[in-house]
Antibody
Framework: EVQLVESGGGLVQPGRSMKLSCAAS????????MAWVRQAPKKGLEWVAS????????YYGDSVKGRFTISRDNAKSTLYLQMNSLRSEDTATYYC???????????WGQGASVTVSS | EIVLTQSPTTMAASPGEKVTLTCRAS?????MHWYQQKSGASPKLWIY???NRASGVPNRFSGSGSGTSYSLTISSMETEDAATYYC?????????FGGGTKLELK
């Protein structure tokens, strides 16, 4: 069974940093692109970042470019999102997602809640 | 960036009613994916590559479309179908989602 389990969320002050992790199981992690998608409270889905199989290529949404870093450790089957210079507008539930054929997000984690507030 | 506009934003349907949700793209895309999200839960892949049902999705759901106009249809509304549905494209970067259609039970 494919499983994605996020961790590392919580309350953080504006301007500080936080790192999310996503532990994958049930599939060969290195065979898939991976992505982070977020959802602000009572809002829709927003793609945040994605990463290639070996991590050599990374892509970011304009709202997080230069502040967030996506990375992966294939030996540990784990995806990461390092978030720096956090703003109140980064408050959201962050989902990790597996990216399948035709760039479909075919598996999602349960989400990690991040609240940026003083 | 390709903007996806979903309509309606909210709708209510009675059990047994046929439901059609629409997603329009600001530029032509090669395919559309759809996700279902129930309150408090993660999104689930529902329809991929425009017309393919994901594993476990009832066959009352279907998807169609091309170019800039796509739709998700429920042939006969059931209680469990009440949810928010999002369309998504990744034909071009960045990947984008529609704003969602909240489908309620009447």
């Amino acid at each position: 069974e494919v499983q994605l389990v996020e961790s590392g969320g919580g309350l953080v002050q504006p301007g500080r940093s936080m790192k999310l992790s996503c532990a994958a199981s049930g599939f060969t992690f290195s065979d898939y692109y991976m992505a982070w998608v977020r959802q602000a409270p009572k809002k829709g889905l927003e793609w945040v970042a994605s990463i290639s199989y070996e991590g050599s290529s990374t892509y970011y949404g304009d709202s997080v470019k230069g502040r967030f870093t996506i990375s992966r450790d294939n030996a540990k089957s784990t995806l990461y999102l390092q978030m720096n210079s956090l703003r109140s507008e980064d408050t959201a539930t962050y989902y990790c997602a597996r990216v399948g054929y035709d760039y479909v997000m075919d598996a999602w984690g349960q989400g990690a809640s991040v609240t940026v507030s003083s | 960036e390709i903007v996806l506009t979903q309509s309606p934003t909210t709708m209510a349907a009675s059990p047994g009613e046929k439901v059609t949700l629409t997603c329009r793209a600001s530029s032509s895309v090669s395919y559309m994916h759809w996700y279902q999200q129930k309150s408090g839960a993660s999104p689930k892949l529902w329809i991929y590559d425009t017309s393919n049902r994901a594993s476990g999705v009832p066959n009352r759901f279907s998807g169609s479309g091309s170019g800039t106009s796509y739709s998700l249809t429920i042939s006969s509304m059931e209680t469990e179908d009440a949810a928010t549905y999002y369309c998504q494209q990744w034909s071009s970067n960045p990947p984008t989602f529609g704003g969602g259609t909240k489908l309620e039970l009447k």
